[in-house]
């Protein structure tokens, strides 16, 4: 056809002109498209140099009057997807913005009719919403028309591609980018029953994306440098990618805002009893109180509203307290913002009265006794589901030390526990409650469970706690190498330490024992003594508090040795004063007494007291670990005449040692008490000791005592570390 | 009541004589304009002037009161400011037209003096209302005064100072109504016949960068003119299309005949320029087929008359015979494919009414070119059963240099199929004679003129002349450059 020939002629000459001369090529073309109008060369030709020249007005003209005119050419459809593709993507570079700022200069009415039809033509369910998401976000009439078909398309995508968790592309721009555009256009009208539902669906999404674990983006990740993996700060600049967005996308500021902005919007519309305005979270809190208070039957049909009032708003205040409470004591459990040097906190009963806990003798204990006897009953008795004792409230401290902001994450704590009594005050509430979690798999939250756990201990109710406790075991599985490769942080044993603590409370010494010294094979041996602890504990002391304190430790070493001393002290504590003569215990109370010495005085000159009455006292271990010289004193003197010639055997097979002459002592010193060798060296040096240590005491006993004073500068907290190591079996024996 | 005036004023010295005689006739024709819309320009008002600005004795024998360099000056700026304070503009026409419309006199001489100055000085010091009454001023008097003062202007601008033309070049963003009309002007002056008559270099810069930016340029006043139905002879055309476009197709040549007056030095610089300004020209043109479209008056108003064609294709296969010998086929190739391209976009969008055959007859005595053939032969392919030339209805929510514009079409328009179309349809009676439809061109049928709903269809041809005449706004030239051109806006919420 001649017509043909005529335009290829017409863009030929086109073409050969653009280099040299284009504003001759346009010369051409426009001649061109009055010639033949209907061709679509002459107009793509004419599109591409405007295209090329980046002249968006007219090149965006152009691109709409082939899309209407050609709309069947697939040139222009391929066009119109590279632009949409340059609208949802991220990218700055020069091509994209052209592209982009190419679809700004198209009317709006076009920019509509161009997104439409691509949406038409696009079939994967991903894109052709962000497509018509663009659409909507645009052109708020739309909404209307296509705002809940998408998103009901959105989560049916989600269940039909079996996505794993509610953190995934689909669930994200239904929550993040289609709900907010459906809810907050009135004109679209919602059934009461879907927007609970989407609220639903928003809080799963939103809670599991606040509370998603770094692990998963190691994933994502894919092969990284895995050395760097490991730091804390490497970890949270990583960028957190949902599989099928943008990293753009995927990036939600301020969920917990978005989620309660949702709450209200629904609420609103749902009509419930709701204050005009913003409102903070405790109006929101006490506004849901005062309907539980009026309202008793949340059964009644004129009441549901309220009652999924009551509900929904307890239920999301719950898990942002929660959530706030657990990424404060143990950040890292969360991805997101950390601070790197931000260390974990172990909420436990408080144990600092062990050391006065006096029970047999002196009168003027009397209060303390009776506190001490009130509290045993009340932690004896918090299991027996006695749900008086659960609303009580009790003091925790915590070291402003140790927390940046110790008074909210108290309030947090505070909050999420008055959130979940008021869901469980009614059944009608509790089991909508249920009806909640149950699909959203709580039960599996690990951060659920600590908070639940430490709900528990709050409330005294220990044996609950180490239910608890057991099954946080199981969702925590089994510990990589790499956590406890982190030395002195005990993030891990978290749970062990609350184990102990809660089997102490329920008066299992020897479970407590056995944790303790578990415990003890991850710490490493701090090496000062703590004396900030004494501090803290003298100020706390003089305010007298009814009830067991509780206090938030911090998880480290450092904090939780002397913790677990003070267990095992308590633990053997009793078993040493019982009326049973038992010389174990009551040496391994001496050797732990010497801990945070001279708190423990009064005991120690009880524990002399009985070996006193006693007359004699067999512990073969008292030179290997007792280096306080206050002891040491005592003992010297205990065999003087003054001291009543208390026939001691504290050297291993002392019977043998007494034949032996004093260079075979060196040897079995080597085999039994191996930290002695640094001693040894100095063995032969005289020391002149007080209250006449020398005279007329046998002289292997002499020497031995000689040593140990020497050693009375070793840090007292490896020499105790290595007795909870070493003499696991005999101290687990004594409880026994 | 002139005579009293006089009296009083023959005593003054000559600059108060002229601010006073403003100063009279100002109230003189405010008074008559609350009379009458159109003032009678009497012969006492235009003597007073006479006597008293252009310093023309009355008295025979008293010779020439000539004004010293100083007062000329100080008598420039009381007319300037005059104009400037004189906020009704119905008053400023009247008086600029008393002072220098041409009256055949021997005080027509001093007259046009007199308005290249004011003009100059209104262009350095940016008076637009004097601008703008020069500007109608161009539009009412004979071409070859107009001519006149773009000679003193381009004198002034190009020629004196190098560099000044930039102040000049400035005017465009305060008033494109001027600048329009000045192309026009020039266009006129230069019309290539001769190696003289070649706009010079800078001159025809800024005309091209004017125009380039936007080519709505050149249709300013024919869009603020009432339709007339035919123009008056020896007057400036109503757009500055002709001439350029005869700029566009002549200037290869002119160029190589003056390349061969120089002795054969190449003078290419200003042939991009010449590119530059031919897309101006269809572009503009593209937009004129909106208007024409949008006021129903597609098909029977032309802007570019066959008439003209005429001497320009004559003149055209001339230089091709005289320039031949010397292998200017490239030139000639240029000119050829520009001339077919201004023939073809401007018989489509309607500004020329005339058939391919009259074409054909016009340009048969041309050397072969293939563009040419074509345009003359028409497109081969059948005409489409739903024709749309420019298909889209694209509202224009910006407002930068268009592109490549389009008509409205029922497209985006769905009740249109449903109006009695047939009724606003321009009659064949109000087609000029001559003017049979170009055979080829997709003139939308039926459907495709959607001005029609709102458009009373008058028996007359419709003006647009209820357009405001003074529509720029510093900084924003773009936007407001043609307040004519309302096009429908949807704001987005």
Redesign the interface.
């Known amino acids: 056809m001649a017509g043909l020939g005529d335009c290829e002629f017409l863009v030929r000459r086109a073409r050969e002109l653009v280099q040299e001369d284009t504003c001759a090529a346009r010369a051409w073309l426009i001649t061109a498209r009055t010639l033949y109008p209907q061709d679509f060369n002459i107009q793509y030709e004419m599109y591409n140099i405007e295209r090329k020249a980046e002249r968006t007005t007219s090149a965006g003209r152009l691109l709409y009057d082939m899309f209407v005119n050609f709309s069947d050419q697939p040139v222009v459809w391929r066009e119109i997807s590279v632009i949409t593709a340059a609208l949802r993507n991220d990218l700055q570079d020069k091509q994209t913005q052209f592209l982009r700022g190419l679809f700004e200069a198209l009317p709006g009415r076009v920019q509509c009719e161009m997104l439409l039809k691509a949406t038409e033509q696009c079939f994967n369910t991903l894109e052709r919403a962000e497509m018509l998401l663009l659409l909507l976000r645009r052109f708020p009439e739309t909404v209307v028309q296509h705002g809940v078909s998408l998103g009901e398309t959105l989560l049916e995508a989600e269940s039909l591609e079996d996505q794993e968790s509610p953190v995934n592309c689909f669930r994200k721009l239904f929550v993040c980018d289609v709900l907010p555009l459906i809810i907050n256009n009135l004109d679209v009208r919602l059934p009461s029953s879907l927007l609970y539902k989407y609220l639903n669906k928003a809080a799963e999404f939103y809670i599991n994306y606040v509370t998603r674990s770094p692990q998963i983006d190691a994933q994502h990740q894919g092969t990284q440098d895995t050395s760097d993996l490991l730091s804390p700060t490497k970890r949270s600049s990583q960028k957190y990618i949902i599989e099928g967005l943008t990293e753009k996308s995927s990036q939600i500021l301020d969920p917990w805002d978005r989620l309660f902005k949702i709450l209200s919007v629904v609420g609103m519309r749902c009509e419930w009893q709701m204050d005009k305005g913003t409102r903070n979270f405790n109006d929101l809190f006490h506004r849901v109180k005062e309907l539980c208070r009026y309202i008793n039957n949340f059964d009644n049909e004129a009441h549901i509203k309220y009652k999924n009032q009551v509900v929904y708003s307890a239920t999301l205040l719950f898990f942002k307290s929660v959530f706030q409470y657990i990424s404060a004591i143990q950040p890292s459990l969360f991805q997101g913002p950390n601070t790197p040097n931000q260390v974990p906190i172990v909420l436990l009963e408080d144990t600092s009265s062990v050391f006065s806990e006096v029970e047999i003798n002196s009168g003027k204990h009397i209060h303390k006794r009776r506190k001490l006897t009130d509290s045993r009953e009340k932690t004896m008795s918090s299991d027996d589901e006695d749900l008086s004792g659960k609303g009580r409230s009790r003091h925790v401290i915590v070291s402003k030390n140790d927390l940046a902001n110790p008074n909210e994450v108290l309030e947090s704590f505070k909050m999420a526990r008055e959130c979940w009594d008021l869901l469980h005050s009614s059944e009608a509430l509790d089991k909508e409650f249920s009806r909640i979690c149950l699909p959203w798999k709580t039960d599996t939250w690990l951060w659920l469970r600590i908070f639940l756990t430490d709900m528990v201990i709050y409330q005294g109710q220990h044996k609950k706690a180490v239910n608890s406790l057991h099954l946080m075991a199981a969702l925590q599985g089994p510990h990589s190498p790499t956590q406890i490769m982190n030395q002195g942080n005990l993030e891990p044993h978290r749970s062990l330490i609350q184990l102990a603590a809660c089997h102490f409370a329920l008066g299992e010494y020897k479970l407590t024992c056995e944790k303790v010294l578990e415990l003890m094979n991850f710490i490493v041996p701090p090496s000062q003594e703590v004396s900030k602890t004494k501090d803290e504990q003298s100020k706390v002391k003089p305010k007298f508090r009814k009830g067991n304190d509780l206090k938030l430790l911090p998880c480290t070493s450092k904090y939780v040795m002397p913790y677990c001393l003070q267990l095992l002290l308590a633990s053997i504590k009793l078993r040493a004063f019982s009326d049973n003569r038992d010389d174990m215990a009551l040496g391994h109370l001496i050797v732990l007494l010497q801990h945070d010495w001279p708190k423990g005085e009064n005991l120690f000159l009880k524990a002399i007291g009985k070996i006193c009455q006693q007359g004699t006292f067999q512990y073969e271990n008292f030179f290997n670990y007792i280096t306080n010289i206050d002891m040491l004193e005592e003992f010297a003197y205990l065999r003087t005449q003054e001291g009543g010639k208390i026939h001691l055997e504290l050297i291993p097979n002392q019977g043998v040692l007494l034949k032996s002459s004093s260079t075979t002592l060196g040897l079995l010193q080597q085999e039994f008490m191996p930290v002695l060798q640094a001693s040894i060296a100095t063995s032969d040096r005289h020391h002149t000791v007080t209250r006449g240590i020398t005279k007329g005491v046998k002289e292997d006993f002499r020497l031995a005592m000689e040593r140990q004073v020497s050693r009375c500068t070793e840090n007292l907290l490896v020499v105790l570390h290595h007795f909870c190591i070493n003499e696991k079996i005999l101290l687990l024996q004594c409880l026994a | 009541m002139m005579s009293d005036i006089r009296h009083s004023l023959l005593r003054r010295d000559a600059l108060s004589a002229a601010k006073e005689v403003l100063y009279h006739l100002d109230i003189y024709f405010s008074s008559q304009l609350q009379n009458a819309p159109v003032p009678m320009v009497e012969k006492g008002p235009i003597e007073l002037l006479e006597e008293f600005v252009f310093q023309i004795p009355r008295d025979r024998g008293s010779h020439n009161k000539r004004l010293t360099a100083m007062q000329e000056l100080q008598l420039l700026e009381i007319l300037c400011n005059y104009f400037q304070d004189q906020t009704k503009e119905a008053v400023r026409q009247v008086i600029f037209s008393s002072l220098f419309s041409p009256q055949g006199n021997k005080a027509d001489e001093q007259r046009m003096v007199l308005l290249g100055k004011l003009t100059s000085m209104a262009v350095a010091v940016c008076r637009v209302p004097v601008l703008e009454c020069a500007a109608s001023w161009l539009q009412r008097t004979p071409a070859v005064y107009c001519v006149r003062l773009a000679k003193a202007l381009v004198g002034d601008y190009c020629g004196l100072v190098p560099g000044s033309i930039q102040t000049l070049k400035q005017i465009f963003n305060v008033s494109p109504r001027f600048c329009c009309q000045f192309i026009t002007a020039v266009a006129a002056l230069y019309d290539m016949s001769t190696e003289e008559l070649i706009p010079p270099h800078d001159l025809l810069e800024m005309i091209v960068s004017w125009i380039f930016e936007d080519p709505r340029l050149i249709l300013i006043t024919f869009l603020n003119t009432p339709i007339t139905a035919n123009l008056p002879i020896g007057y400036l055309e109503v757009s500055p299309l002709m001439g350029l476009v005869r700029w566009c197709v002549i200037a290869p040549l002119a160029y190589r005949r003056k390349q061969k007056a120089a002795g054969g030095v190449p003078i290419v610089e200003d042939q991009?320029l010449y590119?530059?300004l031919?897309?101006s020209v269809?572009?503009g043109l593209?937009v004129l087929q909106t208007h024409l479209t949008e006021k129903s008056l597609y098909g029977r108003l032309a802007l570019i008359l066959f008439e003209q064609l005429v001497p320009l294709v004559e003149e055209l296969g001339q230089l091709c015979e005289e320039l031949n010998p010397l292998n200017a086929e490239q030139e000639m190739e240029l000119a050829l494919?520009?001339l077919?391209?201004a023939l073809?976009?401007s018989?489509?969008?309607g500004a020329l009414l005339c058939t391919r055959d009259d074409l054909r007859t016009l340009c048969a005595r041309l050397p072969h070119n293939?563009?040419m053939q074509?345009?003359v032969s028409?497109?081969?392919?059948p005409q489409?059963a739903h024709?749309?030339?420019?298909?889209?209805y694209?509202?224009?929510?910006?407002t930068?240099?268009?592109?490549?514009p389009?008509l409205p079409a029922h497209?985006a328009l769905p009740a249109h199929t449903a109006l009695p179309t047939h009724a606003a349809l321009p009659t064949h009676a109000a087609i000029p004679p001559h003017t049979a439809l170009p055979a080829?061109t997709?003139l939308p049928g039926h459907a495709a003129l959607p001005a029609h709903a709102t458009l009373p269809a008058h028996p007359a041809l419709p003006t647009h002349a209820a357009l405001p005449t003074h529509p720029a706004l510093p900084g924003h030239p773009v936007q407001t450059f043609m307040p004519g051109m309302t096009f429908p806006f949807?704001p987005?919420?």
Do not use: E
């Not at chain 2, 028409?378 to 392919?381: A, E, I, R, S």
């Not at chain 2, 024709?387 to 889209?392: D, F, G, K, S």
């Not at chain 2, 694209?394 to 910006?398: A, L």
């Not at chain 2, 930068?400 to 490549?404: N, R, S, V």
């Open positions: 991009n590119s530059k031919h897309l269809l572009q593209m494919d520009r077919a391209q073809q976009v018989m489509a969008t293939n563009l074509l345009v028409g497109p081969v392919q489409p024709p749309t030339l420019t298909p889209a694209y509202p224009h929510i910006h930068p240099p268009l592109g490549y389009t497209a080829h997709a949807r987005m919420r």
